[in-house]
């Protein structure tokens, strides 16, 4: 039972580029989440998927997308990097739609220079 | 915007002191306030959470206080470990519509004890 994985562990890309975060959860859970951490900023949701098929915006979502392949799988989309998408990515899930309790990724660590 | 305000930003304990770290929200309409836990390279996990109608929760010797007037929550570390080192957040629960809720995170508070 691994929980939730995440793939890169790290990453770094030039400004334009694109890539695709993965997200994967073996718990069963219907929620999951994405997440960025900024020092000093706390953790801010990005996207989220209540159950599978359904996604919606949280609170910085520009320029990001999301896709729930399916019950298990929610990944985040970088179209064109910005130097302000450096951050530490964070997937989490959770049984119920945003249930308080959130199991959470190890993290991705991404710089775009 | 939906806030959750946490401080101090940083705390230095001796072993065995008690860290206090202090949570203040103005949306009435949160329902659940857990607290998670965070060591450095690792994600977040869930240490301890507390629904608005009970004052106070304990797990071992963390304490959550819940001050539902004044609209504060608090954590309480008593006989605090090195092993306590680590950054904690608290957090909200919100409905935000078409069944869904969603957690409002705290800025965090690093917690260092010293031996």
């Known amino acids: 039972n691994a929980g939730v994985t995440q793939t890169p562990k790290f990453q770094v890309l030039k400004t334009g580029q694109s890539m695709t975060l993965q997200c994967a959860q073996d718990?069963?859970?219907?929620?999951m989440y994405w997440y960025r951490q900024d020092p000093g900023m706390g953790l801010r949701l990005i996207y989220y998927s209540a159950s599978e098929g359904t996604t919606d915006k949280g609170e910085v979502p520009n320029g990001y997308n999301v896709s729930r392949l399916n019950k298990r799988e929610f990944s985040l989309r970088l179209e064109s990097a910005a130097p302000s998408q450096t951050s530490v990515y964070f997937c989490?899930?959770?049984?119920?739609?945003?249930?308080?309790?959130?199991?959470f990724g190890p993290g991705t660590r991404l710089t775009v220079t | 915007q939906q806030q959750v305000k946490q401080s101090p930003q940083s705390l230095i304990v001796q072993k065995g002191g008690i860290s206090i770290i202090n949570c203040a929200y103005e949306n009435t309409a949160f329902d659940y306030f857990p607290w998670y836990q965070q060591f450095p390279g690792k994600g977040p996990a869930l240490l301890i959470a507390?629904?608005?109608?009970?004052s106070e929760k304990k797990e071992g010797r963390f304490t959550i206080s819940f001050n539902k007037s004044a609209k504060q929550f608090s954590l309480h570390i008593m006989d605090s470990q090195p092993g306590d080192s680590a950054t904690y957040f608290c957090?909200?629960?919100?409905?935000?519509?078409?069944?869904?809720?969603?957690?409002?995170f705290g800025k965090g508070t690093k917690l260092s004890v010293i031996p």
């Open positions: 507390i629904r608005p109608d009970v």
């Open positions: 957090a909200a629960s919100s409905y935000s519509g078409a069944g869904s809720y969603q957690l409002t």
């Open positions: 989490a899930s959770s049984a119920a739609p945003g249930g308080y309790e959130q199991y």
């Open positions: 718990m069963n859970h219907n929620s």
